[in-house]
């Protein structure tokens, strides 16, 4: 099961947080050969997203995923509340094997200073 987690992002600026993915016993789970991708609707059935860079860290045995999202991306986003998940997926089969390890709302504070 997913863990459930709200995230904050100040429009106009960079993000970006860590999910660590742990098994039952609480020990981080060995990420080696996998990916991981994520998005952000408006609703479960919103058309649009805004899709994170998501990325396993470069040592795939502590179990870290990083996502992130550019300026750019997040100055495209409206203020408000939003929703979001992260998949990871073993590499050669993008679409068989999918675990999803964090979801929640995204709460995005609009910016008063405009580019």
Known sequence: M???????VDQGSNFSTTVEVVGNNGAPTDLTGYSARG?????????LATTFT?????????????ISLGPDQTG???SGRYLYDVEIYIDNSPETTVLRISEGQVHVTPRVTQP
Request: charged share 25%.
């Open 2 to 8: 997913a863990e459930y987690t709200d995230i904050f």
């Open 39 to 47: 998005e952000v609707r408006r609703s479960y059935t919103a058309s």
């Open 76 to 78: 495209s986003l409206k």
């Open 54 to 66: 998501a990325a396993i860290d470069s040592d795939p045995t502590t179990g870290i995923v990083t």
